[in-house]
Structure formats: structure tokens, C-alpha cells
């Protein structure tokens, strides 16, 4: 079974930073395809805010919302990504889901997974 590891929220001042954390873990043998953030505000639907794909080199993609104040980074040789988001602002304020989509096992038993964290609050306050 594959876990996500979440930390770094809180509660922020408009105009401020805070860093996001989410590891994977729990096979050895464990490939990350996509491994990133979405966020959910209440009543609505989880959106992309930022995401790896490990396939052609760690490309990012993001929100279009996020898109020049957050930045999406892998650890070098980990299963860890993080999330920088400066110039915060009041409506960035949500519940912040890890998501990864992973393969793990081999030969027969080679399976992908999605797999969501348990998400952390983030409170961006004016």
C-alpha cells in the first residue's frame, strides 16, 4: 500500500509564503508517473493547482490561478515533492490535497494507483 505525507500548513497573512511537503511511501518498488497538489474550496470540486510528470524530465504544470506565484519542485532522487506559494492570497485559502499516481509491484503484479493524501488547510488571511 502507498501512503502521501503531507505537512506545511497554516495560517498566513495575505502577501506571504508558505511551503508545502508530501512524500510517498510504503513499496519498495515504487514509480511515481504524476505527483502534485490540487486544491478544494467548499462546495466546489478539487482543481490542479500543480503537478509533476516524470515522464520527459519532471515537467510542471500548474493552475492557471497559481501560475508565477507557486512553484512545484522534486527532491533529487526522492518521493517528495514540494510546493512553494508566495504572494498569497485570501482566495488561496482551501484545503490542499497531495495526489500521485503511482506503478508499483512487477512483472504480473504490476498495478497503478492513484492515491490522495489527507489533506492540509491552508488559511491565507487579509
Known amino acids: 500500500q502507498v501512503q502521501l505525507v503531507e505537512s506545511g500548513g497554516g495560517l498566513v497573512q495575505a502577501g506571504g509564503s508558505l511551503r508545502l511537503s508530501c512524500s510517498a511511501s510504503g513499496r519498495a518498488a515504487l514509480y511515481i508517473n504524476t505527483m502534485g497538489w490540487y486544491r478544494q474550496f467548499p462546495g466546489k470540486e478539487r482543481e490542479l493547482v500543480a503537478m509533476?510528470?516524470?515522464?520527459?524530465?519532471?515537467?510542471?504544470r500548474y493552475g492557471d490561478s497559481v501560475e508565477g506565484r507557486f512553484t512545484i519542485s522534486r527532491a533529487n532522487g526522492k518521493n517528495t515533492v514540494y510546493l512553494q506559494m508566495n504572494t498569497l492570497q485570501s482566495e488561496d485559502t482551501a484545503v490542499y490535497y497531495c495526489?500521485?499516481?503511482?506503478?508499483?509491484?512487477?512483472?504480473?503484479?504490476?498495478?497503478?494507483?492513484?492515491?490522495w493524501g489527507q489533506g492540509t488547510l491552508v488559511t491565507v488571511s487579509s
Open positions: 495526489n500521485a499516481v503511482v506503478t508499483v509491484g512487477a512483472g504480473i503484479g504490476l498495478r497503478t494507483l492513484e492515491v
Open positions: 509533476i510528470l516524470t515522464a520527459g524530465g519532471n515537467v510542471a
